[in-house]
């Protein structure tokens, strides 16, 4: 029997609720709806007054679970869309990344961001957002990209005393599935070696690992090893994972499926060349969704983000140099 990523994600809410009375989920139409995905479909039931639904106000949102988190409580707040998260920002950066800085009282709430484009999605319902949180410090920023992280890394960001934003991939939601729900897991801030290589590293996170993989497949069949690292985490980033690839391979491609500027894919560029420099052989790339809002038509939209054809073209390039 499989599980989705959408179904590990509510198997770890499920066990979250069953565990630690001190947990409650808040978002809008979580209760009797499920949610906007189903994320949360019949924990209302199983948890009577712990699955609540919120009125449409994402402000209104954090600033609650910020006064919960404050009074000891663990709160799992669900975005309908990681976009609409911006309407909270002020919370979210303001009030739960510092609270802890200003007054040694932790401040252990989970937001949960449906990340990501999908075909048809367009510009209001599509973005990632990961780059942008983890600008600020007191924030951990979870980027999970297979059915087992989403649920391990989903229990131990409600388990910490630190905010943390938790950006899963709505692609990934129904494409993707796992035999089982793990026994163990890596802990949250330890980046993976989805792939062995020789020849290239290729460094991304979320939904872009399986078009990163693909596009080590495709290029195996040419004779080019290249290593794949899912970074799992981008705030904190395991920069030790990535120069320890790097020192093996001596080039780095960096693939990430938000916008360009200042986003994950230029910070590991940036401490990869000031720590590792000597190591690279070629002038380190990376490859982003097109500087646009993205766009509904889904040719478009195609074209707009990075795909396994697009990840090629670049590394052969890079293999070039």
């Known amino acids: 029997?499989?599980?989705?990523?959408?179904?590990?994600?509510?198997?770890?809410?499920?066990?979250?609720?069953?565990?630690?009375?001190?947990?409650?989920?808040?978002?809008q139409d979580v209760g009797a709806f499920g949610g906007a995905f189903k994320a949360t479909k019949n924990l209302a039931k199983e948890?009577?007054?712990r699955v609540i639904d919120a009125p449409i106000s994402e402000d209104?949102?954090?600033?609650?679970?910020?006064?919960a988190a404050i009074e000891g409580l663990r709160p799992i707040i669900e975005m309908q869309f990681a976009d609409f998260s911006t309407v909270g920002f002020n919370q979210v950066v303001n009030q739960a990344a510092t609270l802890f800085w200003r007054t040694e009282v932790p401040c252990p709430l989970t937001l949960r961001l449906p990340s990501g484009g999908t075909s048809g999605g367009g510009p209001f319902h599509?973005?990632?957002?990961?780059?942008?949180?983890?600008?600020?410090?007191?924030?951990?920023?979870?980027?999970?990209?297979?059915?087992?992280?989403?649920?391990?890394?989903?229990i131990e960001s409600v388990m910490l005393n630190d905010p943390v934003i938790f950006c899963e991939h709505k692609y990934l939601y129904f494409h993707l599935k796992a035999d089982s729900l793990p026994q163990e897991a890596l802990p949250i801030g330890k980046a993976r070696i989805a792939r062995e290589g020789r020849d290239m590293t290729i460094v991304t996170y979320s939904a872009m690992l399986h078009e990163c993989l693909e596009a080590a497949a495709e290029m195996a069949q040419d004779g080019a090893e290249i290593e794949v690292v899912d970074l799992r985490t981008?705030?904190?980033?395991?920069?030790?994972?990535?120069?320890?690839?790097?020192?093996?391979?001596?080039?780095?491609?960096?693939?990430a499926e938000e916008w360009p500027w200042g986003g994950v894919n230029a910070e590991v560029i940036s401490r990869v060349v000031a720590e590792g420099f000597n190591l690279l052989d070629a002038p380190p790339q990376r490859i982003n969704?097109?500087?646009?809002?993205?766009?509904?038509?889904?040719?478009l939209w195609s074209v707009h983000r990075p795909t396994a054809q697009s990840i090629v073209?670049?590394?052969?390039?890079?293999l070039r140099n």
């Open 313 to 318: 073209a670049t590394a052969r390039q890079l």
């Open 47 to 49: 948890f009577p007054g």
């Open 234 to 255: 981008v705030k904190p980033i395991d920069t030790d994972t990535i120069i320890a690839s790097v020192a093996r391979t001596g080039r780095l491609l960096c693939v």
């Open 289 to 299: 969704a097109k500087d646009t809002p993205i766009p509904y038509h889904p040719d």
């Open 1 to 27: 029997m499989s599980i989705t990523y959408l179904e590990a994600i509510r198997e770890a809410q499920a066990y979250l609720l069953r565990n630690d009375p001190s947990v409650y989920i808040y978002g």
């Open 126 to 154: 599509s973005q990632c957002l990961e780059s942008i949180y983890a600008r600020f410090p007191g924030l951990i920023v979870c980027t999970p990209a297979t059915v087992e992280d989403a649920y391990s890394m989903l």
């Open 60 to 67: 209104a949102m954090v600033g609650s679970a910020v006064g």
